[in-house]
């Protein structure tokens, strides 16, 4: 964290009572139990040690057995009540932070599904989440640290008052004139000089113990890198890559970035060592010393006036162990307060990123359910950049897609096809032109409304370690027929014959030696029985088959024909051959439609994109079968 990003007392305030508001409502109940854990946890010692001061006091001169018992039981009772409390307390005080610091990443995730899909996919937005994860990881710094301040404070300030209620008639009680030499320990110059001392010694060692973690704090910015590096390449050599980390010996590369001090923060010679070497070491270890010091004067002053006779063994007991909590929660209280400070950079760059606005208009029509799955959608003259970027993706592209009808989109690399599969699902919205769906442009209707005509497989689609059927479903609540239907329907059956728990296999090793691993073809036609159970009115198959060998992938085209039915089915595919049976082909170049027909129409123009990328193809394929 640079220091142009260090943050004010007040700004650091305004963050933090921010966070324990949002905090809180992730669960109610967590912060109440700490609350009250925490103040009674700094409570318990006090009366410990007052109740002993009395019993001490009491052995020293009256030795009344009938008061002592009632001493001893009441600080019995009192102790052990207390301390049972105390545990109840503390167990709900954990309970609940477990089940908070397990929930608080909803806050991140809810997030993440509410953002403008432009957002989630920047460089800027990871670049942020990154930093809002790493911090947490390395230091417990944003959400975490916000609980670790709470709770210093509460303690500390609990401690203070309880401290300060002990200790306050040590400044009082005046030693008897009897011992002329010890009378300056009763003139106010003396007393003040005394708390200031106690007050000051107090401050500079939380100051230290501050500034430290300041220091550490401002190494963010490395640790961020460090732990970037350490997360890519610590568990890097992992299922897929192993072959290519053994064959070309990626090792090297890991070990060169895992021992150079510039990017691995957490080296032996790293920034983090040299503060623990260096002013971070002298911090703590004089935070300490002063402590100690501070310990012995209190030690001198209360003996000092027990010679004098002011009080008795007892109360020496329960002065010098008041002050000594007394120092520590000041210690602590500064420290939770320097803490403010610090974690403000790092609890701003959560809210950053809890406060995005979304830019996206999002209306309200609904696209109602038609059983006729009429729905009629309209590129008219839409143009489109990716942002941050000068060139057009997409340039005055319009097409009309014929319902129920199969679209094919073709065209070389980079020419626009998913850019424009993407528009069409409302990833982004067009820079000019408009979208229509029934005559009405697709910002109009409700978002989730919209998006649900979609069926689509992309070529980067995502399975996840979880059960095939959840996978097809995207839930755990499904239908078991549709789930077996979509993945025969997907040419999945035989697979899934073999698989010991059928529907129920887990997929990939994440969780245990139970999932199976799936070739990148049976991935493929889990992807599209995915598709195919959430039913949407169009399905969009982006180079659906690019990961099949050509027999299976003619058996998914034959299948989808007749999977298809009456859906409207767009199919992006590089195998021109592919495509053969569509109704309408369109061709994709840089970004523009330049020929639209059947693949016999688009054949007769041999001077046109389609028959040149034909040829190309067919040349390939009789070089392949020769
Ligand atoms: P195709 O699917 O035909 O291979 P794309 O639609 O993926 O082509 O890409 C069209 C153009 O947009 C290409 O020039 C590509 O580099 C660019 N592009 C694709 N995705 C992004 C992105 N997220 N950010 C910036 N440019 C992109």
Redesign the pocket.
């Known amino acids: 964290m640079e220091e142009k990003n260090a943050k004010s007392l007040f700004e650091g305030l305004k963050l933090f009572v921010r966070a324990i508001k949002a905090a809180h409502t992730i669960e109610r109940k967590f912060f109440p139990a700490m609350f009250s854990a925490d103040i009674l946890n700094a409570l318990t010692p006090y009366v410990v040690i007052y109740f002993s001061s009395l019993i001490l006091n009491e052995l020293s001169s009256d030795k009344r057995p009938e008061y002592l018992w009632k001493l001893v039981i009441l600080t019995v009772t009192i102790s052990g009540g207390l301390s049972i409390v105390g545990a109840i307390l503390k167990h709900m005080k954990t309970k609940y932070r477990e089940v908070f610091l397990f929930n608080y990443r909803r806050l991140y995730i809810n997030k993440a599904f509410d953002m403008d899909y432009e957002d989630v ?1 920047n460089q800027e937005t990871f670049d942020l989440l990154s930093k809002i994860s790493q911090a947490e990881n390395w230091a417990g710094w944003g959400f975490e640290n916000v609980i670790r301040t709470f709770s210093g404070l509460t303690r500390s300030i609990t401690g203070i008052i309880g401290a300060f209620s002990l200790t306050i008639s040590l400044f009082f009680i005046k030693a008897p004139a009897g011992n002329p030499s010890l009378q300056f320990l009763n003139t106010p110059l003396f007393m003040l000089l005394f708390f200031a001392l106690m007050i000051g010694l107090s401050v500079i060692a939380g100051k230290l113990v501050g500034y430290c973690d300041a220091c550490s704090a401002k190494l963010a910015e490395s640790a961020t890198l460090g732990n970037r590096i350490f997360g890519y390449f610590g568990f890097f050599s992992r299922s897929k890559r192993d072959v290519d980390v053994r064959m070309y010996d990626q090792s090297r590369i890991m070990n060169y970035y895992f021992n150079n001090d510039e990017y691995n923060a957490f080296s032996i010679n790293g920034p983090f060592a040299k503060l623990a070497k260096g002013k971070g070491g002298i911090c703590i270890g004089t935070a300490q010393g002063l402590s100690a010091i501070l310990t012995g004067c209190v030690y001198l002053f209360t003996c000092l006036k027990a010679i004098a006779g002011a009080f008795g063994i007892g109360s020496i007991m329960r002065y010098v162990g008041a002050a000594t909590q007394f120092s520590l929660y000041m210690a602590d209280f500064v420290t939770s307060v320097s803490d403010i400070r610090n974690n403000a950079p790092f609890l701003e760059n959560c809210f950053k990123y809890l406060d995005k606005p979304n830019h996206m208009y999002k209306g309200s029509l609904t696209t109602e359910k038609r059983a006729d799955r009429n729905y009629d959608v309209e590129f008219k003259d839409v143009s489109f950049k ?1 942002p941050g ?1 000068d ?1 057009w ?1 997409l340039r005055h592209v319009n097409v009309r897609f014929k319902v129920g009808k199969r679209l094919a989109v073709v ?1 070389e ?8 599969i993407k528009l069409l699902c409302r990833l982004y919205d067009p820079q000019e032109g408009e979208i229509l769906l029934n005559g009405i442009d697709i910002k109009k209707y409700d978002y989730k409304d919209y998006i649900d005509i979609f069926s689509v497989v992309f070529q980067d689609y995502v399975l996840m370690s979880q059960p095939i059927a959840d996978n097809v479903a995207g839930t755990d609540k499904y239908d078991v027929k549709r789930v077996t239907k979509a993945l025969n329907d997907a040419g999945f059956s035989e697979r899934l014959s073999t698989m010991p728990n059928g529907i129920n296999t887990l997929i990939y090793k994440n969780y245990g030696e139970s999932g199976v691993e799936l070739s990148g073809g049976e991935e493929q036609k889990v992807a599209i029985a995915r598709a195919l159970y959430k039913d949407g009115p169009f399905l969009i198959l982006d180079e659906p088959t690019a990961a099949l060998d050509p027999i299976a992938e003619a058996d998914i085209y034959s299948h989808l024909n007749s999977i298809v039915g009456d859906r409207t089915a767009i199919y ?1 595919s590089h195998r021109l051959s592919s495509c053969r049976f569509c109704d309408e082909i369109m061709v ?1 170049d840089k ?1 523009e439609i330049v020929e639209t027909g059947t693949h016999e129409e688009l054949l007769e123009n041999n001077r046109g994109k389609y028959y040149e990328l034909w040829n190309v193809q067919a040349k390939h394929y009789v070089e392949a079968a020769g």
């Open positions: 996919s990716y970027t060139t993706a065209g690399n980079g020419s626009g096809k998913t850019t424009f992006i994709f970004g």
